[in-house]
């Protein structure tokens, strides 16, 4: 049994390093939104367990071996002999932010289907988390649903973080109808501003945050960036201060700061229900340090930090 299971894309990120003889160099990482966070959990001294399906591939092996070797269980890992692997290229900016190019027509991760599900793992989990690229496609939409079901019927708390990535969905509806239909099943919920600006439009972040847990979220975070974080619960919303970092790339900060703050509310031994507003507060910080280290690096799990590197810059070492 794991503390935390996660469920969704595993793939490739074909980041930039440089070049050679005028040719653009690409460094292949493990990567997908969800592994990125089972990863973190691990580094931060959580049980982790992810479950999805890679290509029975070259790139499906390397990513099994990333995470095996970052200690997080694959029992539930599948090996497609169908399908290949999800693959994702990087395009970094100038000020360290970036755009992928996906090549998933499809990619294993959304071929998982609901005959392939372990119920017992997921009912014996502390948190269930999800992202929404697993609802991008059949059956990997209907499987994703099936296990929050799951969850919820066990009393299993539920952690999703929607990401909208445009060239994955069939147009901007489905893709809001999904990522919004996905909150239905949040008891946690970790989005960045710019989901918050696509799925309801430019507001102020504090009040997004107060309309999510009208909505029936109990523990909200939202990310924005180089600004730092809003949180919210039903104790009161507050602000957590960014950290000063030098920005490479920043695949990965935002998985970076839902492990941390994921860690720190499972080491808690609290229920979402029972947090005081201090606790909240410590998970935001906890979760910022964590994504300041995280953008320092190139690649989203080869750049997550140690526990007692998150500890040094809590610490203002």
Known sequence: MSDFLTFGELLIDFTPSGELGGQKLFMQNAG???????????????????????????????????????GVDTSGLVMSETYNTTLAFVHLFPNGDRDFSFYRKPGADIMYSKDMIDESVIRKASIFHFGSLS????????????MLQIAKDAGVTVSYDPNY?????????????????????????KIS??????????????????????????????????????????????????????????TGAGDCFTGGVLSQYIKSGKAVDSLLLDDIAGFARFGNAAASICVEGKGGIPSIPSLKMVEKRLSGE
């Open 193 to 250: 501003d710019n989901e918050i600006d696509f799925l309801f439009g430019k507001m102020p972040c504090e009040d997004a945050a107060r309309m999510l847990l009208s909505r029936g979220i109990k523990l909200v975070f939202i990310t924005m960036g180089g600004e730092g974080a809003i949180y919210a619960h039903k104790t009161g919303v507050g602000k957590s201060a960014p950290f000063q970092t030098q920005m490479v790339d920043a």
């Open 135 to 146: 609802l991008t496609d059949e059956p990997a939409r209907s499987a994703t649903i099936m």
């Open 32 to 70: 997908g939104a969800v592994a990125n966070v089972a990863v973190a959990m691990r580094c931060f001294g959580v049980s982790a367990a992810y479950t999805g399906m890679v290509g029975n591939d070259a790139f499906g092996h390397y990513l099994a071996e990333v995470l095996k070797s970052k």
């Open 165 to 189: 990535r445009a060239p994955l969905w069939n147009g901007e509806k489905e893709a809001k109808d999904m990522m919004l239909k996905g909150m239905e099943y949040a008891d946690i919920l």
